[in-house]
Nanobody, 129 residues
Framework: VQLQASGGGLEQPGGSLRLSCTAS????????IGWFRQAPGKEREWVSL????????YYSDSAKGRFTISRDNGANAVYLKMNSLKAEDTAVYYC???????????????????????WGRGTLVTVSS
């Protein structure tokens, strides 16, 4: 599975960006998709995820209320719309995928790097005036 994250760039504080995660040869609808980010000198951290199919979505505390994850099945893509950007959002953003089944009750929220099997190259988001 080859994933590609795109849509990063330079944006001013308060601005918006939409990141895209696409793949060739596989249908992303069947995969759990997570967005992670890594700022310079910091560990990779989870930002958001969407469960397989028309699954539930989840956000980190820093993303909640500002970011929205969504699927575009026609485009075979998963988007991360980021609004009200802050300087601390500056990082390389990665999308990741997994075919693993969720637990039957859906109690576990897969926010760890090890919860994902496939990773794309990141896209750099810089928030600066």
């Amino acid at each position: 599975v080859q994933l590609q994250a795109s849509g990063g760039g330079l944006e001013q504080p308060g601005g918006s960006l939409r990141l895209s995660c696409t793949a060739s040869a596989v249908t992303l609808y069947h995969y759990r998709i997570g967005w992670f980010r890594q700022a310079p000198g910091k560990e990779r951290e989870w930002v958001s995820l969407i469960r397989r199919g028309d699954g539930d979505t989840y956000y980190s505390d820093s993303a909640k209320g500002r970011f929205t994850i969504s699927r575009d099945n026609g485009a075979n893509a998963v988007y991360l719309k980021m609004n009200s950007l802050k300087a601390e959002d500056t990082a390389v953003y990665y999308c990741a995928a997994s075919l693993r089944q969720d637990d039957s009750g859906g109690y576990y929220i897969p926010t760890e790097v090890d919860d994902y099997d496939y990773w794309g190259r990141g896209t750099l988001v810089t928030v600066s005036s």
